[in-house]
C-alpha cells in the first residue's frame, strides 16, 4: 500500500465519498470518478475514492484509490483527511448507515467542508421548495399518499395525476392514473396499462404496494409540446464564484410514452439551442440560484444538483424535481464543463479550509 505524502503532492487532496459493498469493494461511478481525477490533477490537486469504513478516527487518516491516468488504473493509498469532502455513495440505503451519519459528523467535528449531504426525497423536496413563495408558484400541487380517502380526493381534484416514488430515480416507479367521467380508472405506466371500474377496484390491487414504498401523488401537468411530443429541461448547477450558476442545460423529448422523458425509457436528446430564448435562461438562472440557496440552509451544502422543468401547454414554467447527485449528462460539452467547475470549486475551497 502506497502512502499519500503531501511532500511530493503540495496541492489539496479531495476526498470522493463513495458506497461500501461486499468484502470491502468499493460502488460508485468508476468512470466519472476517473474524469474527475484527471480534472483535478490538471488544477494541482488530487483526489482519493473512500467509502466511510475506510477513515482511521484515532489516526486520522483514511484508506482509499487513487487514479493515475498515466498507467490508467487505481492504487491503494493511506492518506491525512481531505481537505474537502464530496459525497457520492451511490444508494439511498447506504446513506441510512450507521457508518455513513458516522462518517459524515466525524468530518463535521473535524469541520472539514462535505458537499451534497445527502439524496433528496420527493415529498421532502416539495417541503422545503415550498417554503419560497416565487418557487412555491412553479411546483405541481403534490401531497403525501398515507391512505385511500386523500388520494380519492386529490384525484377527483385533479383527474390526472402521477404516482412517483418518493426515493426513486431515473424515472422507475412511475405511474399515471386517469378518472374518467363515469369513474373508471386508467393507470399507465412504461411498459404496460390497467383499466379499474372505479377508486375502490384501484386501491384494492395498488394501495398496499403504494404504501409500503411510499409514494406522492403529483398534479399531471398538461405538457407543451415539440414536434407533437412532450419535452422537459435537464439543468445542471453548481455553486460558483461564490453564488450557484447555471453550468448547462439539456432537453429531452419523450418517446412513444409520456410518462417519462428520460432516455433509457425511450427519450431522446434535443439541442437547448433549438428551444433556447432570453426568457428560458433568465427563468433557469433564477430557479438555480434561489433553490440552490434554500437546499444548502435547509440541508447542508450542495456543490451541485440538477433540475427537472417544463412548460405547461399554457406556456407557464414547471419545477418538476431536483436531484441531488446528477448522473452524467449526455451532451459532452455539459459533462465537461461539470468536470471543469466542480474540479475549479473543491481546489478554490481546499484552499481556503
Known sequence: MKTYDLQNHPGPLIGILAGNGKNRSVVGNGPFFKELQKEILKDGGL???????????????????????????????????PHVVFNRVPFRSLESTDSFRDAYHYFQRHRIPFFNPSF??????????????????FLPDTT?????????SFLEKHQRIYLKPIYGAKGK??????????????????????????????WK??????????????????????????????????FSE?????TGIGVRQAGDQEITTHIPNGGCLIPYEGIQSAEHDLFFA??????GELLSKEKGFFAEFSIDAGISVDGKYVLYEINSKPMRFDEPEIEEKRLRTLSQMFIKMASNH
Open 47 to 81: 483526489s482519493v475514492v473512500f467509502t466511510p469504513i475506510d477513515i482511521n478516527e484515532r489516526e486520522k487518516e483514511i484508506k482509499g484509490f487513487v487514479y493515475s491516468p498515466e498507467q490508467d488504473q487505481w492504487s491503494l493509498v493511506t492518506c491525512p483527511l
Open 286 to 291: 433564477m430557479i438555480v440560484k434561489r433553490a
Open 173 to 202: 416507479g412511475i405511474y399515471m392514473i386517469r378518472l374518467s367521467k363515469d369513474q373508471t380508472i386508467r393507470l399507465n405506466a412504461i411498459t404496460f396499462e390497467q383499466t379499474f371500474k372505479d377508486f375502490h377496484a384501484f
Open 120 to 137: 433528496l426525497n420527493k415529498y421532502e423536496l416539495f417541503q422545503i421548495l415550498s417554503m419560497d413563495p416565487i418557487l412555491q408558484s
Open 205 to 238: 390491487e395498488w394501495g398496499e404496494s403504494l404504501l409500503k414504498k411510499i409514494y406522492i401523488a403529483q398534479e399531471a401537468i398538461e405538457p407543451s409540446l415539440f414536434q407533437g411530443k412532450r419535452y422537459d429541461f435537464r439543468v445542471l448547477a453548481h
Open 242 to 246: 461564490a453564488c450557484y450558476q447555471v
Open 144 to 152: 403525501a399518499i398515507n391512505e385511500d380517502t386523500s388520494l380519492q
